[in-house]
């Protein structure tokens, strides 16, 4: 069964860090507001962990469902060789 | 008189994420004494060390395998480590941020382990810990022995 934002929203911190452990989809990492920062897709929602210690020390975490929201997250690819 | 000390354990590492490469190591910093960490930020560069090692037919205690490298990924360096003779069973890890089960199966088929980078501290406190275990039996005793 699919998790719900909400639902997520709910857990402890602990609980969520474990859930996005063992089956969230990695996206990318960048840097904002002074952290590192690591994008997850879980289900039908986003995942953003600032860090204020990388992998160590979570400052926050975003929940989000837009797409949008990820567009920084990816690197732009060269297709012009991909053509046929 | 002269002292020699016993050879360190080597630990090959492959990550082209700095942080990651820093965090790995602060993690074995603990084995100083008795493991020594070499990294490299490209897979065909590690490979070519590699290589090396077999020539000298020496073999590292671990190897741990970014997926996502440059110049030759982590699963990509995996196949042909096992094609090597002389690292037919090497313990290999892979370790990623994705926990993605056609990953998890693809390090399964080659005889590798399979580890997923940490999130928070009490998960990265856990990691030095699982990458010893990769090791052969009588090298993880020597290392945590040597430890104490």
């Known amino acids: ?84 | 008189m002269t002292l020699s000390l016993p050879p360190k354990h080597l630990v090959i590492y492959a990550d082209d994420d700095p942080d990651d490469l820093e965090l790995v190591r602060d993690s074995f910093d603990k084995y100083a004494q008795n493991v020594e960490l070499i990294s490299f930020e490209d897979g065909r560069k590690a490979l070519q060390y590699l290589l090396g090692l077999a020539q000298q037919r020496k073999t590292p205690c671990l190897i741990i395998l970014d997926i996502n490298l440059p110049g030759l990924d982590g699963k990509e360096m995996l196949k042909t480590i096992r094609t090597i003779p002389h690292f037919k069973d090497t313990p290999v890890v892979l370790f990623t941020t994705s926990s993605q089960p056609s990953d998890k199966a693809f390090a399964r088929n080659l005889d590798a382990g399979f580890m997923t980078k940490p999130l928070s501290y009490e998960q990265m406190d856990l990691i030095t810990e699982q990458f010893i275990e990769h090791c052969a039996e009588d090298i993880r005793k020597k290392i945590r022995r040597q430890l104490g």
């Open chain 1, 1 to 84: 069964m699919l998790m719900i934002l909400e639902e997520f929203e709910s857990l402890t911190e602990s609980r969520q860090l474990d859930l996005l452990y063992t089956q969230g989809v990695y996206i990318g990492k960048c840097a904002k507001e002074g952290c590192t920062t690591l994008l997850f897709q879980l289900d039908s929602f986003y995942v953003e962990l600032f860090y204020l210690k990388y992998r160590c020390y979570i400052k926050r975490m975003d929940l989000f469902t837009s797409p949008e929201a990820i567009d920084e997250y990816l690197q732009p690819v060269d297709i012009e060789n991909l053509a046929g």
